[in-house]
Structure formats: C-alpha cells, structure tokens
C-alpha cells in the first residue's frame, strides 16, 4: 500500500493516475483548487479502492503556502511513496507575447510553483531516504517553440531542474521521474486543432505514469513514439527551425 | 481536440464534432450555451451504437465519456451509484471481486452507463431479466429548460420512463443507481448445442432458456433450404466455483481502415462453414470466463473497421411470440437469397417482463440481429425485410438503425409522442429527425 500526494489533483491526467492507484489500494492526499471536484473525487477513489482520501483545496500559484500544505500532508500521510506533481496551465501564448506581467505570471504557476513544492518534498523524502517524485513536465520542454515557448520554457526549467534534483537525490535512495508527454485529450487541450492521430488519451499516458513510477524510470516520454520524434526535431539546425511554423 | 467521431456501423457518414465534458457542473453550461447559439446537440456515451441515433442533427455532440466517476457504493446490498460515462468494463472490473455482477450487459462492455440506459439495452438473459433500464433504481437528468431532475419510479414517473430508452433526446443523464446482481462465480458453466434449422432453435430455446440464465443462438445465414437457419445454440449459467475473477486480456485491434471491406461472399461462406463444421458433437459443455462468453468481439478493438471505407449496418427486428417462426424464416430466406449478411447472425428469444422505459425495443418474441457491408444491395433487400417485420407486428431497434421508415418506426413505437412531449429543446438526433418527420 503506498502513500500518494496529487499536486493538481483534478488534472484529467492525475485523475486516471490515482484510478490506477486506488485498485491497489493506496492511500492518497490530493490538492487541488476546487474543493467540490476534489469531493467528487474522494468518493470515486473511496469506491475504487482506496484505503484513505485527504484533501486539500490550495491555489498552488500561492508558493509562500507551499511549506504550510507539504506539512499538513506530511502530517497526514506520515510518510510519503510518490508525489506526482501535475498542475499546469496551457498560456495564451498571444497574450504572453503583450504582456510581460502575463508571461512572468505563467511561468510562475508551470515552473516556480512546481519548482518550489519539489525543493520541500525533496528533503522530506531525502530524510526518510525514500521515495518517488513524479514530475508531469511535458515534450515542449525539449526545444522553445515560436508558438508556445512561455510554456515550453517553464516545462525545459522543470525538465532541467529534475534532471539536477535526480542526480542529487539517487545517492539518498530518492528517485525522480520526468514525464514528457505529447498531445493528450484533456481539458488543457479541448479546442485546439490537434492532429488526432497524435492525440492519446488520458488514460493511456496514466497507465504509462503509474508503471513508470513503479520501475523507476528516469524519463518517460508517453506515448513512446514522442522519445523519436522529439529526437528528430532537436537535431533540426536552428537555422532552419527558426524558419519553421511550429 | 480535433478528432471526428463516427457511429459505430460508420454509416451513415456525418463526422461528429465532440464538445467533452468532465464534471457534472458543466452539463448545464454546455446545455445553456446550445441554448443561447439557437443551436442543438446530443449526448455521446461511447459511439456504440450503430446508425444514426447516436449522431447530433447539429453533428456537435456532447462527449460524457470524461465523468467516469463512481459516487458511491454499497457491497453489502450492491448498489452502485456512478457518473454516466463510466463504462459497463469499469462496473464489471470493480464489481466482480465483491461477488457482484451486471444485471442486463450488451454484447460489448465498452459501453457507457448513460448510453445503456438511453437505449434500454437488452442481453443474453432477456428472458430472465428483462431489459437494463429493469435494474435502475434512479438517475438524474439535466435539463436545459428545467435544470436537474432526480428520477425514480415515483418522484418524476413520466421523464422516468421517457428517459429509459429515450435515445439521449429528454436531457442528459448526469448519473445512475443501479442494481447489481449478486453471483457466485464470474465464470459461465455453458451447454453449447448445434441445431439444423430454425424449427430446432425454437424447440432448443424452450427447453433450456428456462433452466439457464443466459441463452443466444449463432445462425449460420448462408445456409439454405434444408440448413435455413441452422447454428449453434448457447445457453449459460454462473458456476459456483466461487472464483471472482476479472480476467486481464491481451487486446488484438484493426489499426485501420482497410480500402475496400474485407468481409464478401466468400470469406463469409468460409467463415461460417468453418465456424459450424467444427462443432462436432451435437453437444459440448465447457466452462468460459465472462468475457469470452459475453464480449467475443472486444478482443479485437476497432473490429467494425474491416467494413472498409463504407462502413456497415446491422439490421436487429424482434418478431412477437406467435408470428416468430414464419418471420424469422422469411426474414432468413430473403438474406440467404440477398447472398449477402455475415458471420454475425444472432438469434435471441426475448422475455415477457415488461420494461419501464416508453421506446424500448425488446418484446416478447425472437429477436434476429446481423450486420450488412453497406452496398446498394442493402436498399433492395432491406425494405422486404422491414415488410416481413411489420406484417408480423415486430420492430426494429434504434440503436443499429439506419434506414426505417418514419412510418414503420411511428407505428411501431406508438409512445414516440409522449418522448417527443417531453424532449429537451436542445437535445436532437440525427436518427429522431428523420422517423419523427418523414
Ligand atoms: C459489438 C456490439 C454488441 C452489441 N450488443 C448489444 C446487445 O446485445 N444488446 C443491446 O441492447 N445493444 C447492443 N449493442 C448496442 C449498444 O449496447 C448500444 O448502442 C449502447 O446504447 C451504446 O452505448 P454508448 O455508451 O456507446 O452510447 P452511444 O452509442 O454513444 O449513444 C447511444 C444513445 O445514448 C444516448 N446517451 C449517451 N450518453 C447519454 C447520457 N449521459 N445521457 C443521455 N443520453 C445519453 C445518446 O444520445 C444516444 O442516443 C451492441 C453494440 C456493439 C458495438
Ligand atoms: N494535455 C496535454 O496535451 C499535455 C501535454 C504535455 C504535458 N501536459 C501536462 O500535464 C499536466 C496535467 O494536465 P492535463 O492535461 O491533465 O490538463 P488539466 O486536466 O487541465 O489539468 C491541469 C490541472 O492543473 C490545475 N491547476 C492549474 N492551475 C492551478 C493552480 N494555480 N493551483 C492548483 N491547481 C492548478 C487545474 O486545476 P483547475 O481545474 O482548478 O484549473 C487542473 O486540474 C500539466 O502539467 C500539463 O502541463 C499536458
């Protein structure tokens, strides 16, 4: 049975994660901001499977509550087997562009918020000496895109920061795992015109999360096919890619 | 996300564009925006039905699929109260272990809650216990013009049973109690029993229908003459092995669409040649886990695509009791003759437990259920059997339909207008639109 804390809880990604993990009987923390939606999903996992639900409803934008909320978990939970961290905004890119205040505002709840929760929960972990965070970074971490490279440089800060966090704590038996995923049918996504073929379900990538999380996988990349196209589309010459519509 | 959605017979062609919804507070939001753009929509459980009733007349429909929440349950009395796109496969996989089961399941789990309630499905034990809509306790139904209605038997009695094979048309369904049925064992103890022609089947269904729980006939249609309407007659009971097991399953799946249909007369006949000629022995008795015996076709995910680009129909009638046998001969005659049908020739005897939903389709009598590719031969071969049907005072089920007439459909569903009373303004259906007018 493991101890589970859900930052963005109600994310349609972490909501098929913890369904997952309710079958096998976890106990579980969530946070989220909507107090209704965390209750509706209490009593799904209750239903499910699960040993316990804790909830607690925080704006995670709020990084000066952060040491408060990871003690009220702690003190829940006593001891926490994985965080997965998965709140995030999709920015609008054009008002990113018009607004500095806008951009620094995104990149506060995608990177300093994530950034700042992974700082205190790396220490919790690293004094127990165990322990799983699960970063829901994403693909556009891997290059700035001109179309949406406030989002994508929140996600390579999250990416590069894990990557360093990963390195520090595997010597105090604390692992981290960087989820990239690529299009997923969620709320975060509902209108673009994504080419759906490309598109996975939440469910899928949850699937991938929670055997990931279990084998100790350094990065995922979900679906797998992302890993090769992500690796095409660095080696792309600045050059040219800077002429890209992507 | 972009992605278009087709009915499951992928026929008739109308791409639907889906507007997901993923807790319950936005129903009445997307509801009240349909309102405010003059506009309608429909809701989309899973896309399993076959023809056109599952699709908007807007082609913009509400995807239900993203509440997938259960809201409480009760082992001790087996009572399950979950949001309506959570599908029959999740019931079954949570169910289970406790020694719970579904009460009434189609041929494939891979529908929503929502969606078997707006089409009253019906499954193998018919006869035992009549249609699902039999097995809801309450459901509560958003509406654009009224807000939430929490439904039962006696609070709202008429939207009750107007929304019990409803078709998605008087509001949409947020979430259902259902009954569960208790079992000592999810796997089947079956008797399967080859027949020669149709006069066996009904000799067959009367003798065991009525010590099993479950009972089906595969019918191979190519046969003719002599073989009209010879098969396979399956009937099933749970064991009481006390074993609960939700069986893990490796998932073969049709990647795409092939350009032209893979199913002709010729791997038909051999399919269904084959598919006879190996049961041997006029009578096998086996022991099958749930899900081969109940969803032999969810093995192989996106199945309907080896129709090809033009998709494909089924057409499903149900006969009344005393007209059964000469109907179903008729009807399997006139296929036989077509040349055309394929290895899915169902037969199923239904019950007489009435059910509480206004348009459900189930009566008792026979029921005959067989896909078609879709061809111009569908247009000549399908209104003789629709002649058959009517004359027999039978009728067709909305969920594979396609092509009845408004006519046909007025006369056989006389309550349409109580439905069409009480349908939500902003809810309309492609298939509705066509039987309500034409
Ligand atoms: C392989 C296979 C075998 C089948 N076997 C059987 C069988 O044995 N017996 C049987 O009866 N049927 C059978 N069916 C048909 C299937 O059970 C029905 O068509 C079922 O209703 C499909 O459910 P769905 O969730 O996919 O809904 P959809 O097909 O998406 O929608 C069906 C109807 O439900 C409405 N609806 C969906 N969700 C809601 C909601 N939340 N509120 C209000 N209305 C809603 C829709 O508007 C539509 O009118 C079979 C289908 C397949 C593909
Ligand atoms: N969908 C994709 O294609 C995709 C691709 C790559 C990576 N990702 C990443 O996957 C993660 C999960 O997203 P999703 O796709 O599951 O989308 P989602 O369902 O929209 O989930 C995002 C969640 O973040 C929460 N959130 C946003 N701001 C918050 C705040 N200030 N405080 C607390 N919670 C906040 C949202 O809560 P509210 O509902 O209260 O706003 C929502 O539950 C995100 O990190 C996203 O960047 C998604």
Redesign the pocket.
């Known amino acids: 049975m493991s101890n589970i804390v859900i930052f963005g809880a109600t994310s349609a990604i972490a909501g098929a994660c913890a369904r997952l993990w309710a079958v096998q009987g976890a106990r579980f923390h969530l946070v989220a901001r909507q107090a209704e939606r965390l209750e509706q999903m209490r009593a799904d996992l209750l239903a499910r499977g699960a040993a316990d639900v804790e909830v607690t409803v925080a704006d995670l934008a709020d990084c000066a509550g952060h040491a408060a909320l990871v003690g009220t978990i702690v003190r829940h939970l006593t001891h926490i087997d994985i965080a997965l961290i998965a709140h995030g905004v999709l920015p609008d890119q054009a008002a990113c562009e018009a607004s500095a205040e806008e951009t620094l505002r995104q990149l506060d709840i995608n990177a300093l918020s994530v950034i700042s929760l992974l700082t205190l929960l790396a220490n919790v972990m690293a004094t127990r000496g165990s322990g799983t965070l699960a970063v829901i970074s994403s693909v556009a971490g891997d290059r700035g895109r001109g179309s949406n490279y406030v989002y994508g440089a929140a996600k390579a800060a999250v990416t590069a920061f894990c990557d360093g966090l990963r390195a520090r704590l595997f010597k105090r038996g604390v692992h981290v795992l960087t989820v990239k995923p690529g299009f997923v049918d969620t709320p975060m996504t509902a209108g673009l015109p994504l080419p759906a073929p490309l598109v996975a379900s939440p469910e899928k990538v949850a699937s991938d999360i929670v055997a990931a999380t279990a084998t100790r996988r350094n990065t995922l990349y979900t679906p797998w096919f992302w890993r090769g196209v992500m690796a095409v589309i660095r080696l792309v010459p600045e050059g040219l890619f800077k002429r890209m519509k992507l | 996300m972009s992605a278009k959605r087709y ?2 017979g992928r026929y008739p062609r109308y791409p639907q564009t889906l507007r997901p919804v993923s807790w319950r507070d936005e129903v009445p939001v997307a509801l009240n925006d349909t309102a405010r753009a003059g506009t309608t929509t ?9 023809g056109d ?2 699709l908007a007349a807007s082609d913009r429909v509400l995807a ?1 699929g993203g ?1 997938r929440r259960v809201m409480s349950v009760d082992w001790d009395a087996g009572i399950l109260r979950a949001e ?2 959570v599908t029959l496969a999740d019931i079954l996989a949570l169910a289970i272990p406790h020694g719970w089961f579904l009460p009434v399941t ?3 789990q ?3 809650l ?6 009253d ?3 193998k034990n018919h006869h035992r216990r009549g249609t699902f809509g039999a097995h809801i306790r309450r459901f509560a139904l958003q509406r654009s013009d009224s807000g939430l209605h929490v439904c039962d038997a006696n609070a709202d009695p008429a939207l009750f049973s107007a ?1 019990i094979g ?4 008087t ?4 979430w259902v109690e259902l009954q569960l049925m208790p079992v000592t064992s999810s796997f089947l103890d079956v008797v399967s029993t080859r027949f020669g022609d149709l006069p066996e089947f009904f000799v067959l269904s009367e003798a065991l229908d009525e010590a099993h729980e479950y009972g089906v006939a595969w019918i191979d249609c190519l046969a003719r003459g002599r073989t009209l309407g010879r098969g396979i007659y399956m009937a099933a009971n749970h064991a009481d092995d006390t074993r609960l097991a939700a069986p893990s399953k490796r998932k073969l799946a049709v990647p795409l669409t092939p350009p032209v249909s893979l199913i002709n007369g010729l791997t038909l006949r051999a399919f269904n040649a084959l598919y006879y000629g190996r049961h041997k022995e006029k009578t096998r008795t086996y022991v099958s886990d749930h899900d081969r015996f109940f969803y032999p ?2 093995g192989i995910l996106h199945w ?1 695509r080896i129709y090809g680009p033009h998709g494909f129909q089924q057409y499903q009638c149900v006969i009344p009791t005393a007209a059964a046998h000469d109907g179903i001969s008729a009807i399997l005659a006139a296929i036989a003759d077509s040349g055309t049908g394929s290895f899915l020739a169902v037969l199923k005897r239904c019950g007489d437990m009435p059910s509480p939903g206004l348009l459900s ?1 189930p009566m008792a009598g026979t029921s005959l259920a067989l896909d078609f590719p879709e061809s111009k031969a569908n247009q000549r071969l399908f209104p003789r059997l629709d002649a058959i049907v009517r004359e027999a005072g039978g009728r067709l ?1 909305a ?2 339909d396609a092509h009845m007439s408004g006519e046909d459909f007025r006369a056989a569903y006389p309550t349409w207008t109580d439905v069409e009373a009480l349908r939500d303004p902003v809810l309309l ?1 492609r298939f509705w639109q066509r039987v309500i007018r034409s």
């Open positions: 009915s499951w429909l809701p989309w459980g899973n896309g399993r039905s076959y009733s599952c239900m509440l309506a796109g189609p041929g494939t891979f529908v929503t929502g969606g078997a309630v707006a089409n499905v019906h499954g929304t409803g078709l998605g048309l509001g949409v369904i947020l076709l969810d309907n389709f089920y969920a594979k259906s």
